[in-house]
């Protein structure tokens, strides 16, 4: 099956057709995945068995013109609860927890009838910008096998940039959908915050993670995002308002004509040259189009990645002082007595970039530092929304380059966490902000041929204008048709 030649409405009208079953399409899609794997390294876990039982199961049932998910194969970062399907979060402290429920996310997944084809790698509990902080292996990117497919959803964005499948789950802290989408050339939606539930999300920063999915088009990402949205009684920050139907709206007439864009100028600060000239071509494109292009200011964007860095550091270490050797998890051998058990099991089972974020927060938040450090970067994220606020008083989206260069080589920044860290620059002030965001690919870089992406910025609980907006671009480009030569020359 070549995912790249096809959409989930396609997939979905084959399947009611009979022109493929739910256990040839699991067949061949676990076939293309075994060809791609040795390379790539997107899972962590294939979930074959099962995969193939449930697709027996269902064409056995049958596949009805309203089930849209239906035998349709798609994976899960495994930072999301898969009820009897390993769950590590990449990370040693959990390599062998399988959990006994599922997250609200992935249930309503399976009352759809997905198929659950197995779990992505990742960094480590979702922290890190490479996924070369997961604690088994270094996922590599499709279209560059030397080269990062960024992080922390990497796993989940070099399966769909490779064509093992439609769509694959992940999560965003603090871009970890959005970079990755950027550095493989497929989408990456971050909806707003509260607009899917976190209801068995391994944490890193509760007020910042939100679920969203990677997908090869605008179309597809709509319809599954959809799906998991609404709220959950489960999740008191999940959203009351009603999930509209996204994709309903993307065809031949939607239009970005008298589209108000702003472009904040601080988002071409420290841009690389080749992404500079993708994102100034595709501003131009869509001015073309009859947007209006303006150019703003967000002036406290230079304040998010430190202020983002020391209030994400600070939940994550509230979050994961649960992992203690005692109650489920990773247990060192050989405790002398229990303050053995919590400090080898942590430092053991945790790698070094989560215990230098546990640091980082636990300082934060201690007797002392707290107001001059975690509650100067509480006041720095009010003013990182106000700065939204004021633009959006008079634009319909912020648009920009979702990261300030294409993915760097495996090895290059590992070594340097503050370089790594400003990777973010672009992505973290929407998490700051609980505003929605996508990338889509806006072309190649004329330097090394790699993939740039579009950031499309939306107000609190406007998908909808974010989806219109990268719809027309994508449909009046043809950047996402691209795909990667495994092993080849792109």
Do not use: C
Request: proline share 3%; glycine share 8%; hydrophobic share 40%.
């Amino acid at each position: 099956m070549d995912f790249y030649q096809t959409s989930l409405s396609q997939l979905h009208d084959d399947l009611v057709n009979k022109k493929i079953s739910a256990t040839e399409l699991a067949k061949e899609t676990f076939d293309h995945i075994k060809e791609n794997e040795d390379q790539v390294k997107a899972f962590i876990t294939l979930n074959e068995d099962e995969a193939l039982k449930r697709a027996t199961e269902i064409d056995a049932q049958g596949i009805a013109a309203d089930q849209l998910m239906a035998g349709v194969p798609l994976a899960v970062k495994d930072n999301i609860l898969t009820k009897g399907l390993t769950t590590t979060a990449a990370s040693k402290m959990l390599e062998n927890f399988n959990p006994v429920y599922d997250a609200t996310v992935v249930e309503k997944l399976n009352n759809a009838g997905y198929i659950n084809v197995g779990k992505t790698n990742l960094d480590e509990f979702a922290m890190g910008s490479s996924t070369e902080n997961s604690a088994f292996f270094t996922t590599h990117n499709p279209w560059d096998l030397t080269r990062v497919p960024g992080g922390s959803s990497g796993g989940s964005a070099a399966a769909v940039a490779a064509g093992d499948v439609l769509g694959a789950l992940g999560t965003d802290t603090g871009g970890s959908i959005r970079m990755p989408a950027s550095f493989n050339g497929v989408v990456g939606m971050k909806p707003t915050y509260g607009r899917v539930s976190r209801w068995g999300i391994i944490a890193f920063g509760s007020s910042f993670d939100q679920v969203g999915w990677l997908t090869q088009n605008v179309k597809d990402n709509a319809l599954l995002t959809a799906l998991i949205s609404g709220n959950d009684e489960h999740d008191m920050t999940s959203s009351l308002k009603e999930v509209p139907d996204w994709a309903a709206q993307l065809n031949e007439n939607t239009t970005v004509k008298g589209l108000r864009i702003a472009v904040p100028k601080e988002y071409f600060d420290g841009l690389a040259e080749d992404v500079h000239d993708v994102i100034k071509a595709a501003l131009a494109h869509l001015e073309s189009l009859g947007a209006i292009v303006d150019e703003v200011s967000l002036p406290h964007t230079k304040y998010g990645v430190p202020a983002y860095y020391i209030l994400a550091s600070s939940e994550a270490s509230s979050n994961l002082q649960r992992y203690d050797g005692i109650r489920y998890g990773f247990r060192a051998d050989d405790v002398k007595n229990l303050e053995d058990v919590y400090v080898r099991s942590r430092s053991e089972g945790f790698g070094e970039e989560v215990k230098r974020r546990i640091m980082l927060g636990t300082f934060s938040l201690s007797a002392g530092f707290y107001d001059a450090y975690f509650n100067k970067a509480a006041k720095v994220r009010r003013l990182i929304a106000q700065d939204f606020e004021e633009v959006f008083k008079d634009h319909d989206v912020i648009v920009g380059a979702t990261g300030a260069t294409t993915a760097f080589k495996i090895g290059a920044e590992i070594d340097d966490p503050k370089k790594m860290y400003m990777n973010d620059v672009l992505t973290v002030p929407v998490n700051m902000a609980g505003l929605p965001a996508m990338s889509v690919p806006a072309g190649f870089s004329a330097k090394n041929g790699m993939p740039v992406g579009l950031q499309i910025i939306g107000k609190a609980f406007d998908e909808q204008t974010i989806y219109n907006t990268g719809y027309v671009f994508e449909q009046t480009t043809d950047f996402h048709k691209k795909a990667p030569k495994l092993g080849g020359q792109n």
